[in-house]
């Protein structure tokens, strides 16, 4: 059958039309989500506003910081636990950006904490 054999149809004939879906309750509304994706810029700071001197370290991109004491042996102080601090990123939530630090021990699993709780390791 050839393109011109095939029959021809009308956008919208069949009478029926579209109803958007109801907002499922307890999640976000399109609003708040555009409104979240205008926020990134307030909360993520950008390269220009970290170098003002405002006792932050640069953060690249992908949310990553770029901390002092990387690849350093730290301590948790919430956990009393010690190992190597891998990666510090910032997460965006509802209430503001956190930063979170990774560490991982000599021999066991990584673990993540409030960036505030890490502290060089004697």
Same mark, same amino acid.
């Given at each position: 059958?050839?393109?011109? *054999?095939?029959?021809?149809? @009308?956008?919208? *004939?069949? &009478?029926?039309?579209?109803? #958007?879906?109801?907002?499922?309750? &307890?999640?976000?509304?399109?609003?708040? &989500?555009?409104? /979240?994706? &205008?926020?990134?810029?307030?909360?993520?700071?950008?390269?220009?506003?970290?170098?003002?001197?405002?006792?932050?370290?640069?953060?690249?991109?992908?949310?990553?910081?770029? !901390? #002092?004491? $990387?690849?350093?042996? %730290?301590?948790?102080? *919430?956990?009393? +636990?010690?190992?190597? =601090?891998?990666? %510090?990123?910032?997460? =965006? !939530?509802? !209430?503001?950006? %956190?930063?979170?630090?990774?560490?991982? #021990?000599?021999?066991?699993? /990584?673990?993540? @904490? +409030?960036?505030?709780? %890490?502290? $060089?390791?004697?």
């Amino acid at each position: 059958m050839t393109a011109s *054999a095939l029959p021809r149809r @009308t956008p919208g *004939a069949s &009478g029926r039309a579209y109803i #958007p879906p109801a907002p499922r309750t &307890g999640a976000p509304s399109q609003a708040l &989500g555009l409104r /979240e994706t &205008g926020g990134r810029d307030r909360l993520m700071p950008s390269a220009e506003t970290q170098s003002e001197g405002k006792g932050v370290n640069p953060v690249d991109p992908d949310g990553y910081e770029q !901390h #002092p004491l $990387l690849n350093k042996n %730290v301590r948790d102080i *919430a956990s009393r +636990a010690e190992g190597i =601090l891998v990666a %510090v990123t910032h997460q =965006l !939530h509802s !209430h503001g950006t %956190v930063r979170i630090a990774h560490i991982r #021990p000599k021999g066991g699993i /990584e673990w993540t @904490t +409030a960036a505030d709780n %890490v502290q $060089l390791a004697p």
